[in-house]
């Protein structure tokens, strides 16, 4: 299958869309050899494939290509992007037919009818976010999405959701749509067997509020284990990374916690191999409680980390009972407890570690590349 996925984001950048985007694509290339043009914004001149390696630790691929649109523009931004995006797709049409076209770009939608209509390309939505219900105050202040989605989402060939309890969401506003379960997927399989030993809690990802971080720097101060320390491998600015520095001076706990700042994969991959235990902090919202599929859970089950996550859930779906322990919201003692838990016997923590390791050869990106392409095929 010739297969284009769109998003209107900067490649690369330290945004978790462009990751997302880029590895789905990827998988999808990996699966069934489907030729993918991943359509995305240029974001500086460096080479292809040393983006593609250090930024995102993949290989270059024959049937995987990306076509970098330029930010020169006479118009907005997003509109000069879509029309340029809309452009390359009808070229790409003439060499050689497309199948289908994928966006998470809500504004790309009217787009994608437009190739639908004339071009008779199946077309479909990647749901990472949600506008149809105008009582949420976060969709009144985004009444343009919410008319876009209402208006085209129905009209579309399907939408690919990354965890069921999205899916249900979406299928109360518009039922009688085509609808696919793809979840967030693992590059690859790195176990070792000494994880029982290392000598850090770790956390990836932004700093944004909405994840609870400061609850972690809480709780490294009251577990048992004072070996164990704390590694934050992620923060975009320097005034939030100096925001949590400030916390950890006013803690005490300048020799128990590191913040690394924003670093590429390959960094990412050294130090998750550090790693004893992997958490995924989450404040109790709308949309930390539909829309979330968090990426660092796939990251720590990719080396067989045990979790420990708040009790949400999208967090639930993916880790279940075997693979991780949960925590209240907001709730110190309840994440101290988890914590102290898997530190109390390697006989419990390699209990959760295999179970990690045998889930997660359901969860490679190019098996959700495979269920992608049969859902295409399918309608």
Known sequence: MN??????????CQEAGINFSTLTSYGLAESNKNNINLIVSKNNDKNYNYILKNYFNLNPLDNFKVGLIDNNF???KSTSFYIKALKKIKNIHKNRKVDAVITRTVGFLPYLLLLKKFLNIKVFYEAHDFYLDLSLERVKRKKKKFIFQKWFLPKLDGIICHQNILKELY???IPNQNYCVARTGIRKITYSDDLWNNKYIGYIGSLQKRKKIEDLFYAIKKIKNK????MIIGGRDKETINYYLDL?????LEDKV????WVDKIEVEKNLKKLKIGIVPLADTFFNRYLTSPMKIFDYFSHGIPVIATDLPPNREIITEKCGLFYKPGDIDSLVNAINELN???EIYDYYSNNIIEKSKELLWKKRGEIITNFIKSV
Not at 3 to 12: E, K, M, N, S
Not at 248 to 252: K, T
Request: aromatic share 16%; charged share 30%; hydrophobic share 40%.
């Open 3 to 12: 297969i284009v996925y769109v998003f209107f984001g900067d490649w690369p």
């Open 74 to 76: 006479s118009i907005s």
């Open 171 to 173: 299928k109360k506003y």
């Open 227 to 230: 070996e164990i320390k704390l």
């Open 248 to 252: 950890i001076r006013e803690l005490g």
């Open 258 to 261: 590191k913040i690394t700042g």
């Open 344 to 346: 109390s016997s390697k």
